[in-house]
């Protein structure tokens, strides 16, 4: 169980370094592309489960590692029949050269009332839109699977995130 946690961790993270290592390549970014990917981000976000067929909803944060990685945490709520499960994920994304396509990975915590904690897996790919009208409000979509014991959820993530501090 742990050996299969860890090897989807390790594909994870060697997916989310991916177009970094590429980006390497390539010469480095221009002022406005650091400006636009540098300092923290807050975010609401909602998603569908699509195994479950339930919603969610949560909240996020990024912070920036380097101009092209960053990390984020989160944490989502699913409500179903009384019950709520909870998933923390402490993810790290990594954004290509134009800062818009990103792909991410991490460790998911997931809690369910009345049981122990569970530990898996995150993927997923995603795309920061351009900011809404002239607020510096960003939207973003993601197509996430997390790995946790046999099951294989795809959740669909939307959400909006806000820069803090000065752009």
Do not use: C
Not at 22 to 39: C, E, I, L, N, T
Not at 108 to 115: H, M
Not at 125 to 150: K, N, S
């Amino acid at each position: 169980m742990i050996a299969r946690i860890a090897r989807a961790l390790v594909v994870s993270l060697t997916l989310a370094a991916s177009p970094s290592l590429a980006v390497a390549q390539q010469p480095r970014p221009s002022q406005a592309q650091v400006d636009r990917m540098s300092g923290p981000l807050i975010g609401l976000r909602g998603s569908y489960d699509f195994d479950n067929k339930i919603g969610g909803y949560g909240l996020q944060a990024r912070f920036p590692i380097d101009w092209n990685l960053q990390f984020a945490p989160s944490l989502d709520a699913y409500a179903k029949n009384g019950s709520t499960t909870y998933q923390g994920n402490v993810d790290l994304i990594a954004t290509g050269r134009g800062g818009w396509f990103y792909v991410g990975g991490g460790l998911a915590i997931i809690k369910a009332q009345g049981l122990d904690s569970k530990f898996g897996a995150n993927i997923y790919p995603g795309v920061d839109l351009p900011a809404l009208f002239d607020t510096p409000v960003r939207p973003f979509i993601e197509a996430r699977w997390t790995f946790w014991e046999g099951n294989t959820p795809f959740r669909l993530v939307f959400g909006l995130n806000y820069p803090l501090g000065a752009r």
